[in-house]
């Protein structure tokens, strides 16, 4: 079974056009998160949500809407999509407080959007 | 503000080289976790390791061990005999106590050649 989830695994699209990227997990996690990894390799943070509320938007533009409907899911919107998003974006999620697992993120296989 | 610095950007060795990767990190708080990923050509980010500051023990696994010194805020990660399978690339990351945001490096690009 797998942990964290993303589809679609690749997106290719047109500039201008709007998109979701869809996340599950299933490990029970409090805590989802929205990475992403552009050319060179960066990891970035984009949002972070925590039982369906936002607790980290890291300066990310209007365009890209997280929602939660429920604590095993985060998806991405991204309205009228430019060239500068093509990039991979993971999903991730992590218990937050103590125990074994503390601080540890677990992720998905990534979604890799194209835009053209 | 918390920071992580990975100085090399690629490394290539020759297989069954050892080869080490720095990791240089800031942070104020003093508990806090480390962690090294690996994204191998295939995309996904592959845990490997993490650590706790108030446990400064190397840790071996196999060929692969770590290095941690807060001295210095550092969390080196050696891999011994290198193999072409070890092609990746390489990301230390830091995360406060019930942290809720991973701070990665930049990453390490490691080359293997047969």
């Known amino acids: 079974d797998t942990a964290v989830s993303q589809t679609p695994k690749y997106l290719v699209t047109q500039m201008g056009n709007d998109k979701s990227i869809k996340c599950e997990q299933n490990l029970g996690h409090d805590t989802m998160y929205w990475y992403k990894q552009d050319s060179k390799k960066f990891l970035k943070i984009m949002f972070s949500y925590n039982n369906k509320e936002l607790i980290i938007n890291e300066t990310v533009p209007n365009r890209f809407s997280p929602k939660s409907p429920d604590k095993a899911h985060l998806n991405l919107h991204i309205n009228s999509l430019e060239l500068g998003d093509s990039a991979v974006y993971f999903c991730?999620?992590?218990?937050?407080?103590?125990?074994?697992?503390?601080?540890?993120?677990?992720f998905g296989e990534g979604s890799r959007l194209t835009v053209l | 503000a918390q920071k992580v610095t990975q100085a090399q950007t690629e490394i290539s060795v020759v297989e069954k080289e050892d080869v080490t990767l720095d990791c240089v990190y800031e942070t104020r708080d003093t508990t806090y976790y480390l962690f090294w990923y690996k994204q191998p050509p295939s995309g996904e980010l592959v845990f490997l390791i993490r650590?706790?500051?108030?446990?400064?023990q190397n840790e071996i696994s196999g060929r692969y061990s770590w290095n941690f010194q807060k001295s210095t805020s550092s969390f080196n990660f050696t891999i011994t005999a290198s193999q072409v399978v070890d092609s990746a690339v390489y990301f230390c990351a830091l995360n406060r106590n019930a942290g809720n945001m991973l701070t990665f490096g930049g990453g390490t690009r490691l080359m293997v050649k047969p």
């Open positions: 650590r706790n500051s108030f446990d400064e």
């Open positions: 991730a999620s992590s218990q937050l407080g103590q125990g074994e697992n503390t601080g540890e993120l677990f």
